[in-house]
C-alpha cells in the first residue's frame, strides 16, 4: 500500500514537472483553451454585471444615457481615426510617389470589435483578455487598438477568447518609427510606473537622428513578431531620449498614450474581417 | 459530491475576483493571492481527497487563465496543499497569527515559485529589483488575503443549511 502511494506520489511529481518544463507550445495551449472556454461564459457575466454597476452609478449619479452615448462616438472616433491615419499614409505615399516613382503602397485594415473581459490573473503579465476568440476571426500577433492609440497585440488566441499583451508588457515588441523624423526603432514594454502607468522604450534609434521630447511615435507597418501591424497607429510621445552603452544608437522613454480598463473595448486589426466586409 | 460542487463554485469566483482585482504597482505589480488562500483554507480544513480536488482544480484555474505556460501554480499549490494538510491537527487554523503566518507563507512561496519557473524557463526577464519587490509585497499581501478569505468562506459555509442525520436542518 505504502510502496504504491510512493510511485502515485513519484509518477504526480514527474508528470507536473514534464507538463512545466517540456515546451509543448499546442498541447499548453490546448488545456488553456478548455480552462478559459469553461471560464468564458462566468467571465462574460462578470463583465456585464460589473458593466450594468458602472452604468447604474453613472446613471445615479446623473449622467444616465451618457455611458451609451460615450461608448457609441468612442467607436465612431476609432473609425475616424483609422481612416485618418491611412488618409495620412496615402498623403505621404502621395509625396514620395512624386520623389521616386516607384513607390507603391497600400495599406487597408478592418477592425473587429471586442470587449475586455477580464485582466491578467496574477498580476505578472501586463495583459487582459478580450471576448473573442478565433472562431471571430483572430489570430496570433495582430494589433489591438483603441481609440487612443496602440494598446498591444494579440497572443494565445483560443476559441472564444484571447490574451492581449499590452504595450507596456516587456515581451510586447513593435516596430514604430518617430513621425517627426521618420526614423525607425523598436518600441518594447517597460512595465508600470508606481501610479500604474503603462512605461515603455523605443530601441535602437539612429544615433545621428535629432530626437526631442514630445515627439510622436506611430507604428511602422513593418512585421512585428511574424503579425501585420497596420502603419501610421499612434503608440506614445517620447518622454527622454538617451544614449545607448555602445553608443551606436540612441533609445527613448515613450510614455504609451492608450491605457485599457477592465470595462473597455478594444479593435483587434483583421485581415479576415477586411476580406468578409469585402 | 454537493460539497465538491460548492468548492468548485467558490474557486471559481475566486478566480474571477483575482481577475478583477487591480495589480498593484507598490508591490510589484502582483496580486492578492486568493487562489493559494483557498487553497490553504480547504488544505487545512477538508479531507485528503477535497485538498487535492481544491488544489488542482485551483492550479488549473490560475495556471489556465493566465499566460505563459502551466507551471507556477500546478508546483506551488501541491506543495502548499500537501504540508499544510499534514500539519493542520498541530496548529489553530483559525488563529490570526497562524493565519497571518501562513497568509505570508504562501504569499511569499507563490511568488517565489513563480520566480524562479519564469526565470528558469525564460518567459520573463529577471529584474533584481522588481524581483526583490514583488517577494516583499507577496508577504504583505497574503498576510491580508488569508484572514479575509477565510472569515468569508467560514461565513458562507454557516449560512448554508447542514445536513444531519434528521435530514436538513
Known sequence: MLRNKKIVYTAAIGLVLIVVFVPLPSLTLKGKGVVRSTMAPAERGASSVWQRLSEAT????????????????SHELV?????????????IINIRLQR?????????????????????????????????GFKAGIKENRAVISPDGLVGRTTEVSPQTSEVLLISDPACRISA????INVFGLVRGAGSTLKGHPKARMEFINKDAEVRVGDEVVTSGLSSAGGEFPKGVHIGYVEKVYRDESGLFQYAEIIPRATVGLLDYVFVVSEAAMEDAR | MKQRIL???????????????????????????????LTLHYALRRNNGDMWFAVFTAALMRDGLDIGSFGPALIAFPVIGYFSHRIRNEVFTDGLVSQLFFGAAIGLFTTFVTLLIYTATGQRPFQF????????GSI??????LPLVS???NALENALPKRRRYGWQ
Open chain 2, 151 to 153: 472569515l468569508t468562506i
Open chain 1, 79 to 91: 473609425r475616424v481615426q483609422a481612416e485618418l491615419n491611412r488618409l495620412r499614409d496615402v498623403e
Open chain 1, 177 to 180: 518609427k518617430l513621425n517627426r
Open chain 2, 140 to 145: 504583505w499581501l497574503g498576510m491580508a488575503t
Open chain 2, 7 to 37: 468548492m468548485f463554485l467558490m474557486i471559481s469566483i475566486s478566480a474571477l475576483l483575482q481577475q478583477s482585482l487591480p495589480s498593484w504597482p507598490l508591490f510589484g505589480g502582483i496580486k492578492p493571492p486568493i487562489l493559494a488562500a
Open chain 1, 100 to 132: 521616386a516613382l516607384d513607390f507603391r503602397e497600400a495599406s487597408n485594415h478592418a477592425m473587429i470589435p471586442c470587449d475586455v473581459v477580464s485582466r491578467n490573473i496574477s498580476g505578472w503579465w501586463n495583459t487582459v483578455r478580450i471576448g473573442k
Open chain 2, 129 to 136: 529589483r522588481l524581483a526583490s519587490l514583488r517577494l516583499f
Open chain 1, 58 to 73: 453613472a446613471a445615479l449619479r446623473g449622467i444616465g444615457g451618457a455611458a451609451e452615448k460615450n461608448r457609441d462616438l
